[in-house]
């Protein structure tokens, strides 16, 4: 069976500095991963995708993700926060039946 | 292109009374689906459908909830009679039959 999970709830960072958000699935197939972002009363916005090509995936607005198999995790990254960031975000794991399987999200803070 | 449309954006109703969520996927996309929101989670698949065909309906409360997608385009999703637990975010995705889905901003629902 398909899962995911997202290792933080809530994540605050400082205006200028990186960003991490975890994470970690579990597929019993090559899975395909993605990571969308939901700004308050708006609907998601896809983010990247990881598709079985390359291990780095870029994505819009300066994010991108790696995918580590021998970690299980497809962790979201960005060099340099912006106030903007401010969203909930959501890491994806498809059953290759197109069902999306969504972790529960963390909420990404921005300090200025 | 556009985006996915749905309307109405917000939904106030009493308990027992009916409601209707009116979907418009991305032009060409044969893939419709429709999810659930509840407050502080991820989205929920309700239905599938391919074209006009729904192929996965297993989590729609089939005894509240209907759906229909006339000509393989369009897709009304209708709850009745509503009750206090339909209270959440309703949103609609489209996609080309690949893993890909494009979500509508969503129907918040709230039943009094």
């Known amino acids: 069976a398909q899962s995911v999970t997202q290792l933080d709830s809530h994540v605050s960072v400082s205006e200028g500095t990186p960003v991490l958000l975890r994470c970690n699935y579990s597929?019993?197939?090559?899975?395909?991963l993605f990571w969308y972002v939901q700004h308050p009363n708006k609907g998601l916005q896809l983010l990247l995708k990881?598709?079985?090509?390359?291990?780095l995936v870029k994505g819009i607005n300066g994010f991108e993700a790696e995918f580590k198999k021998s970690e299980t995790s497809f962790h979201l990254t960005k060099p340099s926060a912006h106030m903007s960031d401010a969203a909930e975000y959501f890491c994806?794991?498809?059953?290759?039946?197109?069902?999306?399987?969504f972790g529960t999200g963390t909420r990404l803070k921005v300090l200025a | 292109e556009a985006g996915v449309v749905q309307s109405p954006r917000y939904k106030i109703i009493e308990k027992k009374q009916p409601v209707a969520f009116w979907c418009n996927p991305i032009?060409?996309?044969?893939?419709l689906y429709w999810y659930r929101q509840n407050l502080g989670q991820g989205p929920e698949l309700l239905i599938r459908?391919?074209?006009?065909?729904?192929?996965?309906d297993s989590q729609l409360p089939k005894d509240r909830f209907s759906a229909e997608r006339l000509k393989g385009v369009d897709s009304t999703l209708k709850i009745q009679p509503a009750e206090l637990g339909d209270s959440a975010v309703y949103l609609c995705?489209?996609?080309?039959?690949?893993?890909?889905?494009?979500f509508g901003p969503g129907t918040r629902l709230t039943v009094l």
């Open positions: 995705a489209s996609g080309r039959s690949t893993d890909t889905q494009y």
């Open positions: 597929s019993s197939y090559s899975p395909s």
């Open positions: 990881y598709t079985s090509a390359a291990t």
């Open positions: 994806v794991v498809s059953t290759g039946t197109y069902k999306y399987i």
């Open positions: 032009s060409g996309h044969n893939t």
């Open positions: 459908y391919e074209n006009e065909e729904a192929v996965d």
